[in-house]
């Protein structure tokens, strides 16, 4: 591709089989953006779906900031998302999925963060749910703070991936991209890899429309996803335990005993790693698929138990009774 001019955020999209609908919705919502100035990278990863090549093209035509990528063949997310990313040359990157909404001012104010934030390397935004699935199952799960989101990836992602905005330059720097071994839970890999190369942020209110619907909810992940996603949550919980002096801990064979040893050992005085621990135990003890009586009286026991919010007490009392299945360790 050949632009005359290098804008400051390169929007990255993947289309695949989204309705159209949901699609003029997506693409409408960047294009109404109140900061103007920035590309929007669309990849076509069903080039044989002949109405969505139609919509792309005449999007195209009618905005000159849209450019197309057709893949030859359907490859995945994970690598579209690597093709567009290559082609990106704004100063940041923002993300932006097929089937939800941008709110209107949503660049302005990450741009603006960013802007006054240079040690910052990725900033999400806060959402607001919609679609035919009940919000009322969804919680609120988004934390601001670059000691709150890190301590947060010890059990999953901190951010909703289609909401961030990426340094690109720190991409580039570091050769980082997506991991194409992982075909779902890309952004938590693509996280751990950016991990100690900046601080990360969400700016605290509903930028982004994240549409849920029954047919991805019931989407199921293959056992190896899974395995992959497990290995990045336990490289992670290796690389707190080792800022804090502790190379002991297995946390694939990690006992009751191993997890309060833990505990003594973290250093309390600082607050990210009093948030951090708390995660770690509340991700460890959530896991117990045997003995989940006993290891619920050792937490107890130990004081862990009572570090939980109200919430995860509940959380943790309906794995405790059946209610709720255990989280993978």
Known sequence: MSFSNTPAVSVLMSVYGEPLEWLREAVG????QTYTDFEFIIVNDNPEREELDGFLRESATGDRRIHIIRNPENIGLTKSLNIGLRECRGRYVARMDADDVSHSTRFEKQVAYMDAHPDVVVCGTDINYFGDVPVATYSDWIHESDEEIKAQMLSNSGFAHPTVMIRREVLEANSISYDEAYRQGQDYRLWEQLY????????????YGYRLSASQVSKKSNTAQVALGLAVRRRIIKKWLLSNGIDDFAPDSATDADVRRVARRI??????NRLALTVFLRTYYFSRTESVARTFFRAVAA????RFSFKDKCRYAAILFGLKKPIAW
């Open 29 to 32: 919502s960047i294009l109404q």
């Open 196 to 207: 100690d190369f900046g601080k990360f942020a969400n700016i605290g209110q509903k930028l």
């Open 303 to 306: 004081g862990h138990f009572f």
């Open 267 to 272: 250093p309390k005085h600082d607050a990210a």
